[in-house]
């Protein structure tokens, strides 16, 4: 497996969910917690779960994206210096398709945080109102679902240390559990109408409705604008400050129908390198 690179793809900050440890990278991914090691291209595989070697296979090819054909995303998006060096520094990073409730909750947490907290707080949440998992020694926990955490009450959340944002939380939870809102049609919906579902939730604005687009609902056109894409598109590409919708109009233009994929790129290569001039 040449086109797939593990360490890239979960340590990119698109999931808060993996710790490496003793070179395995431990996860709890849809109520399993997983142990993964890539070794000359091979992924090496060991679940908490009861399940067969194809049952893990299938849903392990989803969640990792490598059903997708990357060589030829990254082609298309290989369009400048700067997105090439990025590519060829992080080549293999995938796009995670991960659990809708668990990245919609993860991303309102996320909200004017960083990565080492929200992984602190969803532990908490985790730990209190998920189920135990065990693997080896390791012990995690299950995202818990939204009805458990509708009946726990906002209290009960700011007790996770989620500061404000324990209310918008239990909110979309509530809504999930009162049937306001139904997450199985989001999945079916085009691009566009699903962000603005998203939206509707009190708390949630267009960053993170992208940022659950993209990384669980597999629309790779999306783009979650922080302070890092803002940055980016200002600085190396229009020469100016710019509004959120001039740098969303300006990103797809250039980048197409794969902007997800280039954004991915650009974003953590800023973050652990940072751009200057390169030359090919």
């Not at 999945?187 to 998203?198: D, H, N, R």
């Not at 980048?255 to 997800?260: A, I, K, R, T, V």
Request: proline letters at 3%; hydrophobic letters at 40%.
């Amino acid at each position: 497996m040449t086109d797939f690179d593990l360490k890239h793809t979960l340590e990119c900050g698109q999931s808060f969910r993996w710790q490496r440890f003793n070179g395995w990278y431990y996860g709890v991914v849809g109520g399993r917690l997983l142990k993964i090691r890539q070794e000359d291209g091979t992924l090496i595989i060991e679940s908490s779960a009861d399940e067969s070697d194809a049952e893990l296979e299938t849903f392990l090819h989803h969640y990792l994206d490598l059903n997708r054909d990357l060589p030829t995303i990254l082609r298309q998006v290989d369009i400048d210096d700067y997105i090439h060096l990025a590519i060829e520094t992080f080549w293999g990073m995938r796009v995670l398709n991960q659990e809708l409730w668990e990245c919609l909750a993860s991303f309102i947490l996320s909200q004017n945080n960083n990565v080492p907290r929200i992984k602190g707080i969803i532990r908490i949440l985790s730990a209190r109102f998920g189920e135990s998992l065990t693997l080896d020694d390791q012990v995690d926990y299950s995202f818990p679902p939204p009805e458990v955490l509708a009946e726990a009450g906002v209290d009960a959340l700011f007790d996770c240390r989620m500061g404000y944002r324990a209310p918008y939380l239990w909110e979309a939870a509530a809504s999930i559990t009162a049937g306001k809102f139904d997450m199985d049609n989001l999945k079916c919906l085009p691009y566009v109408e699903a962000k603005q579902e998203l939206i509707q939730f009190k708390g949630i604005g267009e960053k993170v409705a992208d940022c659950v687009c993209l990384f669980s609902l597999g629309h790779i056109e999306a783009l979650p604008i922080d302070v890092w894409i803002k940055r980016i598109v200002e600085q190396i590409y229009l020469k100016r400050q710019a509004t959120i919708r001039e740098i969303r109009e300006f990103a797809q233009s250039y980048f197409g129908e794969y902007l997800g994929y280039a954004q991915q790129y650009l974003f953590h290569y800023a973050r652990v390198i940072g751009f200057n001039t390169p030359g090919r």
